[in-house]
């Protein structure tokens, strides 16, 4: 019982389509795992299943030997288990800083500091602001900290949105195709985050379609072809399987 | 001065009141709540009220309490069982509340007096009141805005996901606003019961919850005082335009869809937006 996240014969059916049919693997703690595969493979669904977006048809997920499958997102952020979305989802009106700090529990001001404006507001939101900034330095953001987060560059979103999730002090990080968007500069610095998370005691789950970084940054990968598992291994092992080769081939044909 | 407030008192007290009101949608609007269940909610501050100081003998002011308490009850309630829907079907069923305590109103003749309505109701409501509540809701819409919490209003209005995936129950923060809202709008009701002699179901329907909304949407959900300058246009406009009941109508929508239009930002950002214009010029 080592895994943080085991899956288990986990379906997704919508109408009469089998978005994910009978997927099982399991996520050691502390590594990174890559879930890859052709457009429309299931990963993203798997991904909402697994944050709680979405609730499977079937089938198991267990957090930390707990089943999770379909409680609601924001309790399963506060066990733990947090993501970024592909199609990204800051407030673009508030400031970066803002954004990250929306995801931050401790300190938390009550409603009372809120509406009397007493002392201890300024110093609890200050202390905020610090650890916002501080997430978004680690991403490699400092500078853009009280920009609005809607005139940022598509790359430096995605990097908000990575230290909003780190926000919430996940141990299991889910990460919907980070790299999309990103130029060859920002994908190596984000190769090092991702890499860097091991060290921190977070468990990454990496959904991308960028192969130098998946083949690069993950310990092992699962392969999704139209809902179902095709493959898995260490990422050496995969790039050879006849099987996925020609999921991605015959996906390229179609 | 003076002469100039007791001239237009009464329109001024129907400013006032229905600024506060307007706040009272303002608040659910910021988290994407269109609710319609102003007029409902209202209608049980203003009976509840209107039984206890004139059968009950209670003074005023335990009374106005009592409506701010049966307010936020029912809103909590309502909002249990609807805040569960989403968009449409949230505000069509906060409307359906609003029609079902009119049509309660109707038939309840020993206390709403049914159709006919209640005469003869002691006027308490003084504009100081009025002010100073309107003051209350301006201030606590200041104070949560650049902060924590108001940030997180913002992300809801903007994206609820977002909002859910950073840890927060977007379902509960907005039951609280909601029934925040439903303690405003049963002390407005008992205001406005006080504030004039009569009293009918009509006055609590469809058009006074539409009010409610129209109000912020007019002047500017996310401006200090949207709810104001919005209130103040649908309550002033009509008295303008008494000469003619369908110019009226027709004015007071031209004036909101303009405003929809051109001002998505509301007419109380109006200053700003010339000033910035100026300044480019």
Redesign the interface.
Known sequence: MDALLAIRGVSRRFGGVAALANVSFAVPAGAIVGVIGPNGSGKTTLMNLVSGVDAPSGGEILFEGRPVQGRPVHRLARLGIARTFQHIRLVPQLTAAENVALALHEPEASLADTLLRLPRLSHIEGERRRQAVSLLERTGLDGAADRPAGDLSYGDRRRVEIARALATRPRLLLLDEPAAGMNATEKRALHALIAGFRADGITTVLVEHDMDLVMGVCDHLHVLNQGRAIASGPPAAVRHDPLVIEAYLGAEDA | MSDLYAAYENVIDLCLLNAVLAFSCLLLLRVNLLSLATGGLMAIGAYLSIWLTMREGWPFGPALLAATGAGALAAAGLGTLVLRLRGDYFAMATLAFTEVVRILALNADPVTGGALGIFGIPKYTQTWQLLALLALAIY?VW??RR??????M??IA??E??????????ARLQLGLFTASGAIAGLGGALAAHLNLFVAPSDFGFLRSMDAVIAPVLGGVWNLFGAVVGAAILTVLPEVLRFSAQLREILIGAVTLLAVLFLPTGIASLPRLLLRRGRLA
């Open positions: 606590l104070a949560l902060s924590s919490l108001g940030d997180r913002r992300a903007e994206d996901l977002a909002v859910a995936a950073a840890g927060h129950d977007v």
